[in-house]
């Protein structure tokens, strides 16, 4: 009998090996694999191209190869214009930090007027809308050399304000959405709103874009598809003065319309109710 359990015993651990080797290779299969960066790739190239791999490997294992890379090709371009618009540009009311080294004295908060200018201290005036800070603290190093040696200038945006899209309708947070870029994304704009309400007729948001001669261009968005089942093909791209609209479900209109009737009876079958009680 124990000749029988150490004969048993040795035949599973000689079974045993292929499959722990084969789970060792499985754990380091992504190592072996894996391309040395090289020094010249930017951290942003990096970051596309693990986003993108993980886009692709998700989307296949729910749909298959070949539907996974012509939804991913599809989706590609809305996945990196947040990437590709994220610099941001100086506007009127734009609250900056300035501060040269071993220079107090010409240091500090200034506020970009609707000239798109700043009243800087000791130089004059300094045209900054229009350009971003590391262009404005080239500006500002080139005015300082009249005046200072070597200076050493950083700026930093303090406020962002000049840049806003608007969120309006059936939304937690309706009203302005202070912008951080040039861009910004549909779905981003939503979560800044802290998102649709039930009340929201998800599936027939308008996107609103005026346009330079006046009129507004108007598009179609079904919300529900963009952040419930992740169709980035409805993450349009709004720009500074667009809105997005969530207008109520037909439920929602009929409870407001009721509710100025529905109100004043229960409150007087609750009044009738207290004085039969006396």
Sequence with gaps: MKKNMKNLIILMQVAAVPVFAGLAHAQNFGLINQQPTTQNQSATESHTAATESHAVTSTQRTYGQG???????????????????????????????????????????????????IQFDFVGDIVLSGMTKDEAAKVVIKRLQKYIIKPDVTVVI??????????????????????????????????????????????????????????????KVNVYNLLFKGDLRENYIMKPGDTIYLPPTLWAKIARFLNPITQPIGQAAGSAAAVAAI
């Excluded at 991913?72 to 501060?99: C, F, K, Q, W």
């Excluded at 806003?164 to 912008?179: D, F, L, R």
């Excluded at 929201?200 to 001669?213: G, I, M, Q, V």
């Design 67 to 117: 539907a996974a890379m012509r939804a991913y090709e599809a989706a590609r371009p809305y996945m990196a214009s947040d990437i590709a618009n994220s610099h941001y540009t100086l506007g009127p009311n734009d609250v900056l930090t300035i501060t040269v080294q071993r220079h107090p004295e010409v240091s500090g908060k200034y506020i970009i007027n609707m000239e798109g200018k």
């Design 158 to 219: 303090t406020e962002y304000n000049s840049k806003v899209v608007y969120v309006v309708g059936e939304v937690g947070a309706p009203g302005k959405i202070y912008m951080r870029s040039d861009t910004m994304s549909l779905r981003d704009a939503l979560l800044a709103a802290n998102l649709p309400q039930l009340t929201a007729a998800t599936d027939k948001a308008t996107l609103f874009t005026p346009s330079a001669n006046g009129d507004v261009v108007l598009k």
